[in-house]
């Protein structure tokens, strides 16, 4: 019984231990939007999370700028292949991450706004 009982709680307490979300550091919310925390993957990628845990935008970038920096409206994203693009404040990728440079992809963005 005891051997059972000891057991148990190892497994118990080996999963909760070593359950790991898969992000190696997690920034304060509020930071980048409203009820958003960035979030930054065991390889490196960012990408956002809400209050409750759920994946808001995938953490696939390899940078991710503050939405105040470009427009209120749009974040500057960079993929790991080191292409450029914009995600808007509810993380749809409005300027998709293929322009070589931050400048061709602000000019995308000026269209867009027009």
Not at 26 to 32: G, L
Request: charged share 30%; hydrophobic share 35%.
């Amino acid at each position: 019984m005891k051997k059972r009982f000891f057991t148990l709680a190892f497994v118990v307490i080996s999963t909760l231990c070593f359950a790991q979300n898969g992000y190696k550091k997690v920034s304060k919310y509020d930071e980048y939007n409203k009820d958003w925390a960035l979030v930054k993957t065991i390889s490196g990628t960012y990408g956002f999370i809400n209050r409750k845990g759920e994946t808001v935008v995938q953490p696939i970038y390899d940078k991710v700028e503050k939405f105040s920096e470009n427009s209120e409206k749009y974040a500057l994203v960079k993929s790991v292949a080191g292409s450029f693009g914009y995600i808007d404040r509810k993380g749809k990728e409005v300027i998709p991450t293929i322009y070589w440079t931050k400048h061709e992809a602000t000019e995308q963005l000026k269209t867009l706004k027009e």
